[in-house]
């Protein structure tokens, strides 16, 4: 039987955080839980934005400050990142993830791709290269960034990744089965991942009805939400909302916000019951 607790868990409380996780820690090994972790909830800038002045870029909420979009799923065999961003270095030292068996790129925007060089550690501490599930139109977007990673005779201390081809062929990793799922994001391609009963869905603009049959049944949904007003490629929060109830979702946590949504104790008085925005550090047990 499958349950969810959501405990809110600040950065300001850390006592309270270290006693969670090791909470987290005992559980998994008696229950073989799922714990999907938010390392970031925020666009392609974060917030706040560098410079704005903006009601929600000077909150002191630490639910208004989102770092670059992104969740970890760990059970009690495996950890898994999707995306790494930008502030992947950042996450994986506020959560204190010690070891990691892949990440799983949604796309090759920079705000899902830009730590990929942040791997290192893991790299070097596993003594192996990354597993990364990579689809071939993101591919070459990453040879070319990380381009001392793919030369013939790399620079001693780049990164290595062992490249596993992505498609919408389900695969698993450890005791996980991933469920991978096509969406359009503008013009380019873009994955969301089912796992079980939790889905994993950001950067789209529409969603077909496809994509919208294998997410059906899906309890818990973390989906991207950009802000209220239209955006030509991501989903307004009423576009995610109406998402949710057609897939039926049980609990839903909106994510990749911009400063534009709001702040988040306003916005989140006016959601459906059962809905709310995600916030980093945010934890999902499954
Ligand atoms: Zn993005
Ligand atoms: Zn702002
Ligand atoms: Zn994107």
């Given at each position: ?13 850390a ?17 073989k ?5 938010i ?28 770092l ?49 060089d ?7 501490k596993?003594?192996k ?28 201390g780049?990164p ?42 950001t ?7 496809e ?16 802000q209220k ?6 989903l ?25 949504m709001g ?24």
């Amino acid at each position: 039987m499958f349950f969810y607790e959501i405990t809110l868990i600040f950065a300001k409380n850390a006592n309270f955080a270290l006693k969670f996780c090791q909470g987290i820690h005992e559980c998994l090994k008696k229950d073989k839980d799922m714990i999907v972790t938010i390392l970031g909830s925020g666009t392609s800038q974060g917030v706040p934005v560098i410079g704005c002045t903006c009601p929600v870029c000077q909150s002191k909420d630490p639910r208004d400050k989102r770092l670059r979009t992104s969740i970890l799923i760990q059970t009690d065999e495996v950890t898994v990142a999707v995306d790494a961003g930008p502030d992947f270095r950042q996450q994986m030292l506020r959560e204190n993830v010690t070891k990691l068996d892949a990440v799983l790129i949604t796309h090759e925007h920079k705000d899902h791709i830009g730590g990929l060089d942040d791997l290192r550690p893991y790299i070097f501490k596993q003594k192996k290269p990354m597993t990364l599930y990579v689809d071939d139109t993101a591919l070459p977007e990453i040879k070319r960034e990380y381009s001392y990673a793919f030369d013939e005779h790399p620079y001693p201390g780049a990164p290595t990744y062992d490249i596993h081809r992505l498609d919408e062929t389900p695969f698993d990793i450890g005791d996980l089965h991933f469920i991978p799922i096509k969406l359009k994001h503008y013009t380019l391609t873009c994955y969301a991942f089912r796992v079980g009963n939790f889905a994993y869905v950001t950067d789209l603009s529409e969603i077909s009805e496809e994509a919208i049959e294998k997410l059906q049944g899906v309890e818990y949904l973390v989906i991207e939400a950009l802000q209220k007003k239209k955006h030509y490629s991501h989903l307004t929060l009423d576009e995610a909302i109406e998402i949710s109830r057609r897939v039926g979702a049980k609990k839903t946590w909106f994510t990749h916000c911009s400063h534009s949504m709001g702040l988040a104790a306003e916005v989140n008085r006016e959601l459906p019951e059962n809905m709310m925005l995600a916030y980093d550090g945010l934890k999902i047990k499954i």
